[in-house]
């Protein structure tokens, strides 16, 4: 008997350790705590010396995403969170590019210089704050798995909005392009979407949950093994979602949609080579992969601007887009 009792006091305790285990992952990982933006004359710079020789060009286009005129728009999500976005338009009937910052960013932070890219290619911009970030509500990030469908939700927003014959362009950095790589399988996951989505932009975006996580973990001289199973039961028990449900290299794979991929290749967070695997898995018909030399982790476009837009343009023409 002495044994049984012994027996169910180790399960027990293996119990509570994985739960302890799972509850330190997703708060660490997973859970975003009340967020103050920044005021008047205040600007959120990404930490890292390498965004630090950018300092002056972020606060430049903050600036001037502050001065600009734009709309505010909110919409609810599925499970009832509001989130927010803001709308600069290059010029009325011009495409639209709906744009989703990166991990534990916000809106302003991660796409300021994105307005000035917008209007060098005639796109209007909609800046949407994720789920759990920015002015947006919510405590959970989930590394794309809902934010895909609060993507879904901002096209059919937009489609309301600004009418049927809207031309819509999905956009994302790091995690926003994981997000828009998933909008890419489309919500029954069989590739089609809205006809008004012309075509995808993911910078910087990882294969999969799984596989960035992992390796964060490995770099900080965590198991990555034992620990990732610890994350995705806590996205369960707290975040109510599943790390695992889909990843950006699954949706590639059953994307009809035309996308391109960009990527600097001295990124360091989320290596370049993930956008090159990502474009060989993407079963578009038109696909391109711009590759930005020497450009850290977000940085493609800060460091390459003329290659960047000259590419993208190009790519349009390809395509045969008319706009």
Known sequence: MIFLWIGL?????????????????????LYSPPRRMPGEGEYDIPSGDIYEVFREDMIAWTKMIRAYPY???????????????????????????LMFHGYKGNAERDLNGGVERCFKLGHSALLIDHRASGFSDGH???FGILEVRDCFDWIDFAVREFGEDVRLILTGISMGAATVMMAAQGRNRDGVLPPQVKYILADCGYTSAREIISKVMGEMGLPPKLLYPCARLGGFLFGHFDLDETSPMEAVARAKVPMVFAHGDADDFVPYDMSVRLHGACASAHKKLITIPGAGHGLAFPLGRDEYVKELAEFKRECGFDF
């Open 9 to 29: 006091g180790l399960v027990g305790f293996l119990l509570l350790a994985i739960g302890i285990a799972a509850c330190v992952c997703y708060r660490r990982m």
């Open 71 to 97: 709309k505010e728009y909110a919409i609810q999500s599925f499970d009832g969170l509001t989130l927010r976005g803001k709308f600069f338009e290059y010029k009325p009937g011009a495409p639209i590019e």
């Open 140 to 142: 959970t990030i989930t």
